[in-house]
């Protein structure tokens, strides 16, 4: 996938990110502003979050419940300075139990990220558009 988008086409990007998207460990690029949380906010009701869904800066990682009962996993690595702090946190278990992961700001714990994870990458083009490319 690689699309150029507005805020409202968000919901239909999300329904063709869950459908393409070759797992559930989901890691999204850009740069400050570029949207990440609203796309995220955005995949979470696609998948029918119950959950008020808000970005986890402080709290590195929100959980939110489906309708289906099933479990999504919210991070937010912007603010860690070491992968340390991820291990601590007990990252490997959310990445391996085949949850849904959503993970903003993924270079901050590069190796420890799983190999077959789906990149996203973020970018401006300009102030009602974005640029999505799915690696």
Not at 44 to 49: R, S
Not at 51 to 58: A, E, H, Q, V, Y
Not at 82 to 103: P, Q
Not at 113 to 130: G, M, Q
Request: with cysteine; glycine share 2%; proline share 2%.
């Amino acid at each position: 996938m690689n699309k150029n988008y507005s805020l409202k086409d968000l919901s239909e990007i999300a329904k063709e990110l869950i459908a393409s998207a070759k797992n559930k460990t989901l890691l999204f690029y850009g740069q400050m502003g570029v949207g990440k949380t609203s796309l995220i906010k955005e995949i979470c009701k696609a998948l029918k979050v119950q959950d008020n869904i808000s970005s986890p800066t402080f709290s590195l990682v929100n959980e939110y419940q489906t309708i289906e009962n099933a479990k999504v996993f919210h991070f937010d690595f912007y603010r860690i300075t070491d992968e340390e702090e991820a291990l601590d946190m007990g990252i490997e278990d959310y990445l391996y139990n085949n949850d849904w992961c959503l993970i903003e700001w993924p270079e901050n714990i590069e190796n420890l990220l799983p190999l077959d994870a789906v990149e996203i990458h973020l970018s401006i083009l300009d102030d009602n558009k974005r640029n999505i490319q799915l690696k």
